[in-house]
Structure formats: structure tokens, C-alpha cells
């Protein structure tokens, strides 16, 4: 049974709008903290954004800051990417991801990362 399922990637123009699911076991979503990633073609994956356990979110990764927003619906057990003015570099895989122990050390590193969903891709066109 999957524990992290991905969801609403897809094609979109520059300049457009996605916002991407990612659906969650009960027992992942009450006890970790989450986190969404990319992977680019050719490129190592990087950390995008990262959700408290108390749905809060602070460190966002540079390149998104002001574009993309993470949140959560707790009645759904969904945690949500909503990814504004898309870029073509953005183009990716985006996965989303839960960890146990967060810190301030940890929660932008995907090695730190307990579990994993299989990715949605995303494209932007130029």
C-alpha cells in the first residue's frame, strides 16, 4: 500500500498555474512532517518546501519564495504544493516526502526523508 500518493502534475504554459496533491496514510500524516522535492532531468533532486507538524511553513527554497505555497487539509489527510507564475526551469518531478525528527539541520535534505511518494512530473512550456 502506498503510503504517499502524488497527484495533478501536468503540462502548463510559463507564466501559469498547478497545484499539485499528495495524499497520505493516517499514520504518516498524524506523526511526521512533510516536505516536497523536484528532480529535473539531469540534475540532483533539490528541496522545495518543507510543512511543520503544526501545518506551518517557513524555509521555503529561494527559487519559489513568493510563487509556490505548501498546506495541508487535515480532514483530507492531503498536503497540497500550489506552484504560481511556473517557470520553464521549473519542469520536474516533484515528489513529496515525510520525515519523523525534523530539525533545523535536516528538513531541506531528502536523505533525512523516511518515506517517499512516486513522483508527479510537471511541465512548463517556454
Known amino acids: 500500500q502506498e503510503r504517499l500518493v502524488e497527484s495533478g502534475g501536468g503540462l502548463v504554459q510559463a507564466g501559469g498555474s498547478l497545484r499539485l496533491s499528495c495524499a497520505v496514510s493516517?499514520?504518516?500524516?498524524?506523526?511526521?512532517?512533510m516536505g516536497w522535492f523536484r528532480q529535473a532531468p539531469g540534475k540532483e533532486r533539490e528541496f522545495v518546501a518543507p510543512?511543520?507538524?503544526?501545518?506551518?511553513?517557513?524555509y521555503y527554497a529561494d527559487f519559489v519564495k513568493g510563487r509556490f505555497t505548501i498546506s495541508r487539509d487535515s480532514a483530507k489527510n492531503t498536503v497540497y504544493l500550489q506552484m504560481n507564475s511556473l517557470k520553464a526551469e521549473d519542469t520536474a518531478v516533484y515528489y513529496c516526502a515525510a520525515i519523523k525528527l525534523p530539525s533545523s539541520q535536516t528538513y531541506d535534505k531528502g536523505g533525512w526523508y523516511d518515506y517517499w511518494g512516486q513522483g508527479t512530473q510537471v511541465t512548463v512550456s517556454s
Open positions: 493516517v499514520d504518516i500524516f498524524s506523526n511526521y512532517a
Open positions: 510543512l511543520s507538524w503544526s501545518g506551518t511553513s517557513k
